[in-house]
Every structure is written in C-alpha cells, then in structure tokens.
C-alpha cells in the first residue's frame, strides 16, 4: 500500500523552496548580469560596426575622389607639358628659321664681298693686261711721247 507521509512532503517542499530561493539569489543576478553585458556587448559591436562601416565608406568616398582629383592633375600635367613641348618645339623651329636666314644672309654676304674683290682684281689685272697690250702695240708702232700720252689717257678712264 502506498502509505503518504506529511513529514517527508513537508521536508521535500522546504528543500525546493530553499533550491529555488538559493538559486534565484545566487544563479539570477549573475546570469541576468551576463545577458544584460552580453546584450550590452552585442549592441555595442553593431554600433561599433555600423561606424566602421560608415567611416570605410566615408574613406572609400574620399579615396574615389583623390583618385579623381589625381587622375585630373595628372591630365593637366599631361596638357602642360604638350603646351610646353609645342612651344618649345615652335620656339626651336623659329630660332633654326632665323638662324638659317641670318646664315644664308652671311652667305650672301660673304659671296657678294668675294665677288666684288674678284671682280675688283679682275678688273686691275685686265687693265695691266691692256696697259701692256698697249705698250707693246705701241712701242711698236707710236712714238715714245704719244706713248706716254695715251697710257695717261688710259689710266684716267680706268680711274673712272
């Protein structure tokens, strides 16, 4: 038979109500404790992810843009230094231009210089040549005083 003793309930209910109290004490504040971190932990690293995120796209935004302003510097340097090449190339073909007109210039210059002198001796020589063409035809043929009369003569229209 089953016999029921009220003692031993008794005793039974007292224990779990000190289980169940001791436990409440001790077990419920800690482990609430640690939720309420973990919770605490948890929102703190989305938050802290969500600012990182923000920041990455933030730095992600300025980089695209230095990237941009770098890719536009780089084209204006590009555009300068074509300018420059042309210009200095221009300046380079104006100054072998110059240079070639004042060397031609010289050239002629010179030539013209060389030709006179040349045509200057020329000139001396033919009228020694004829001088003494003369004087041989003369001696030959005039007197010495109509000698001298036309070699005066001639050196006078040489003269002019």
Do not use: C, G
């Amino acid at each position: 038979m089953i016999s029921i003793n009220v003692y031993e309930i008794a005793l039974q209910t007292i224990n779990i109500a000190i289980l169940i109290w001791l436990l409440k004490k001790f077990m419920t504040a800690p482990l609430s404790n640690f939720l309420k971190e973990r919770a605490e932990n948890i929102k703190h690293n989305i938050e802290e992810a969500e600012s990182k995120r923000t920041e990455s796209e933030r730095v992600l935004t300025e980089q695209k843009e230095l990237l941009k302003k770098a890719h536009q510097d780089a084209q204006e340097v590009r555009t300068k230094a074509e300018a420059a090449a042309k210009t200095e190339r221009e300046t380079s073909l104006q100054t072998a231009k110059e240079e070639s007109a004042q060397f031609i210039q010289n050239a002629k210059r010179e030539i013209e210089l060389e030709y006179n002198q040349v045509r200057q001796s020329l000139t001396e020589d033919a009228a020694r040549l004829s001088i003494a063409l003369s004087e041989k035809i003369m001696r030959k043929s005039l007197k010495e005083e109509d000698n001298d009369a036309l070699i005066k003569e001639y050196l006078e229209q040489a003269k002019n």
